[in-house]
């Protein structure tokens, strides 16, 4: 079975920094695209980044660029999220999804995890 | 960056009705467009990619259509498991936008 869990949320404040991980199992992990994707509380779908099978391609949303980084472990079967400088608007359900290809663009994410929650408050 | 726009933002519709969610880009992407489906408390759940192409196991009420800028997302017969927030994305360039979503609620 595929299956994506999420980890590494936490309450955290403002200007400060976590790791979020997104463990892997049931596919062959370095096949295929990673991405996080986020959702504040009663809010829609964010897309925050994404990076390909061999971390040769990656991007991100102009809301996070320079503060977070994403990369992959593919020995471990791991994705991650490196968020420094974190601010109120960070705060969201951080969900880890899989790509239908290798490739960033032009496919669509087929498995999602069910989300770690960041809370960024003082 | 690309905008995704959908209309409309929420929708009253009784079982066995027919409806049609709009997406809308800022600027062309082809048919790099994809369909979700997200249900209070879970994880988004992948419809359609590529504008047409139904996912495997996602029942045939559900089709889509559009290229260029314009896109839709018809169910032909809503069912009691319809009623859910839809998405449309775009991955023709990163960020891979989303739209702001569309409510699907039980007349």
Sequence with gaps: ?122 | DIQMTQSPSSLSASVGDRVTITCRASQSISSYLNWYQQKPGKAPKFLIYAAFSLESGVPSRFSGSGSGTDFTLTISSLQPEDFATYYCQQTYNTPHSFGQGTKLEIK
């Design chain 1, 1 to 122: 079975e595929v299956q994506l869990v999420e980890s590494g949320g936490g309450l955290v404040q403002p200007g400060r920094s976590l790791r979020l991980s997104c463990a892997a199992s049931g596919f062959t992990f370095d096949d295929y695209a990673m991405y996080w994707v986020r959702q504040a509380p009663g809010k829609g779908l964010e897309w925050v980044s994404g990076i390909n099978w061999n971390s040769g391609t990656i991007g991100y949303a102009d809301s996070v660029k320079g503060r977070f980084t994403i990369s992959r472990d593919n020995a471990k079967n791991c994705l991650y999220l490196q968020m420094n400088s974190l601010r109120a608007e960070d705060m969201a359900l951080y969900y880890c999804a899989k790509g239908s290809s290798g490739s960033v663009s032009y496919y669509y994410m087929d498995v999602w995890g069910k989300g770690t929650t960041v809370t960024v408050s003082s």
